[in-house]
């Protein structure tokens, strides 16, 4: 079955940098897109971009561009998202998400529990 | 980046009740259009994709529809599982974007 096993929590400072880690398995890696999610406490949920595993190209919503970087690492079937230039409104609980379709980026079919992100000085 | 409206925000109602969630987009979404559930704490789970095709182990209770830039949620005999947030979502281009939210309450 499919399963994606992302990193745990982290607390950072201000201006600080942030890796999480998503680890899938039960599928061919490279078959299907990766989306990254964040919610905000109490809040709703914010598509952030996706990455091709296959090819490693991405595409990131404009309000994070500069900020954030999706990349993978295909021999162990794992992709990240860093954020950059960390601001208090960047605590929140970060989302792998991989796509149902193998062809045409469709929905979120299967996500990982989540990473709580907390920005503080 | 396209808008996704959702009402009410909240809803109360029993169980074994017919509940409909409204979704409005700005402007068209195609068919690119999703809905998710999310239960407190946990991560978000796909109940139905473009519109209407239910997902594997969703109840058959859980349908979706369209009238043009409109999509309903329908839930058909509400279970108490059900009592969570409800989440539309447009994947008709980036960025992908999400309604505000739907809390159904237990009445």
């Known amino acids: 079955q499919v399963q994606l096993v992302q990193s745990g929590a982290e607390v950072k400072k201000p201006g600080a940098s942030v890796k999480v880690s998503c680890k899938a398995s039960?599928?061919?890696?490279?078959?299907?897109?990766f989306h990254w999610v964040r919610q905000a406490p109490g809040q709703g949920l914010e598509w952030m971009g996706w990455?091709?595993?296959?090819?490693?190209?991405?595409r990131v919503a404009q309000k994070f561009q500069g900020r954030v970087t999706l990349t993978r690492a295909t021999s162990i079937n794992t992709v990240y998202m860093e954020l950059s230039g960390l601001r208090s409104d960047d605590s929140a609980v970060y989302f792998c998400?991989?796509?149902?379709?193998?062809?045409?980026?469709?929905?979120?079919?299967?996500w990982g529990q989540g990473t709580l992100i907390t920005v503080t000085s | 980046d396209i808008q996704m409206t959702q009402s009410p925000t909240s809803l109360s109602a029993s169980v074994g009740d017919r509940v409909t969630i409204a979704c409005r987009a700005n402007?068209?979404?195609?068919?690119?259009l999703n809905w998710y559930q999310q239960k407190s704490g946990k991560a978000p789970r796909l109940l139905i994709s473009?519109?209407?095709t239910l997902q594997n182990g969703v109840p058959s209770r859980f349908s979706g529809s369209a009238s043009g830039s409109d999509f309903s949620l329908i839930i058909t005999g509400l279970q108490l599982d059900d009592f969570a947030t409800y989440f539309c979502?447009?994947?008709?281009?980036?960025?992908?974007?999400f309604g505000q939210g739907t809390r159904v309450e237990i009445k």
């Open positions: 473009e519109v209407s």
């Open positions: 402007q068209t979404v195609s068919t690119f």
């Open positions: 990455i091709d595993p296959n090819l490693g190209g991405t």
């Open positions: 979502q447009q994947s008709y281009g980036p960025p992908w974007t």
């Open positions: 998400a991989r796509d149902i379709d193998s062809v045409v980026v469709t929905a979120l079919g299967h």
């Open positions: 039960g599928y061919t890696f490279t078959g299907y897109y």
